[in-house]
């Protein structure tokens, strides 16, 4: 074999090979954010309600249900960004109380076996409780 012959091959071999990679990268990447992200941690909503009127419905991304997940305080970071226009939350979303009292209402996140019509993170701002005066809880 000539020379030429064999620097033709390796550089056709070679470029062969990095557009494979890059080929498979993309679609790898495709199926995982989409359809492996999007199954286990996708289709949630935020649900915002004043009793039985909505005021607002909100798509939680995958990657952001993710986050909610491994962290517990990022969804009192969303929650209080999307509730802060109608009312101020006078207890902490994450808190046991506000389960207690029916303020959020969620199932655990990340549960992929949930069907797409439960995944639904529900708080109910009539059921935040009024604003402590002078430091002192209301009677």
């Known amino acids: 074999m000539e020379l030429d012959t064999l620097k ?11 557009a494979k990679f890059f080929v498979g990268y993309v679609i790898g990447r495709v199926v995982y954010d989409q359809y492996l992200l999007g ?12 009793d039985d009127k909505v005021l607002t419905t909100r798509k939680v991304s995958s990657e952001f249900g993710r986050r909610i997940r491994t962290d517990g305080n990022e969804l009192s970071v969303y929650v209080k960004g999307v509730v802060s ?15 207690q009292l029916g303020l959020i209402r969620h199932p ?5 076996d949930l069907p797409r019509s439960k995944r639904e993170i529900v708080v109910d ?8 005066q002078n430091g002192r809880k209301p009677t």
Do not use: M, Q
């Not at 655990?108 to 992929?112: E, K, N, S």
């Open 8 to 18: 033709d091959s390796f550089f056709l071999s070679t470029l062969y090979d990095i």
């Open 108 to 112: 655990v996140l990340g549960r992929f």
């Open 39 to 50: 199954w286990r941690w996708g289709g949630w909503r935020l649900i915002v309600k004043r």
């Open 125 to 132: 701002l009539a059921k935040n409780p009024p604003k402590a």
């Open 85 to 99: 226009p109608y009312e101020f939350l006078n207890i902490d979303i994450c808190s046991e109380k506000a389960e």
